[in-house]
């Protein structure tokens, strides 16, 4: 079965970085597209970022476009979000996904970003 599996999140300071990575497993990872997504207290979930099942195309959302990038190592069946200088509106919950629109998630990994 589809299991996606989220770590890296934590408490950082404005302004810092965190690395999340998504390590996929149960179906051929290097034929589909990933995403991630995030979910604040009290707002819809919406779409970070996705990238192609070679890696060779991404999107963000306007919110995070020059500070978070998404990649993927297919030979490790995992995908990344690089965030960088980290604002307190990032603070959410962050969700791996299968493709886009989503058919897969993961249980998610929360980011609180706090001074």
């Known amino acids: 079965q589809v299991q996606l599996v989220e770590s890296g999140g934590g408490l950082v300071q404005p302004g810092g970085s965190l690395r999340l990575s998504c390590a996929a497993s149960g179906f051929t990872f290097d034929k589909n597209a990933m995403s991630w997504y995030r979910q604040a207290p009290g707002k819809e979930r919406e779409l970070v970022s996705t990238i192609n099942n070679v890696g060779g195309s991404t999107m963000y959302a306007d919110s995070v476009k020059g500070r978070f990038t998404i990649s993927r190592d297919n030979a490790k069946n995992t995908v990344y979000l690089q965030m960088n200088s980290l604002k307190p509106e990032d603070t959410a919950v962050y969700y791996c996904?299968?493709?886009?629109?989503?058919?897969?998630w993961g249980q998610g990994t929360q980011v609180t970003v706090s001074s």
């Open positions: 996904a299968r493709r886009f629109p989503a058919d897969y």
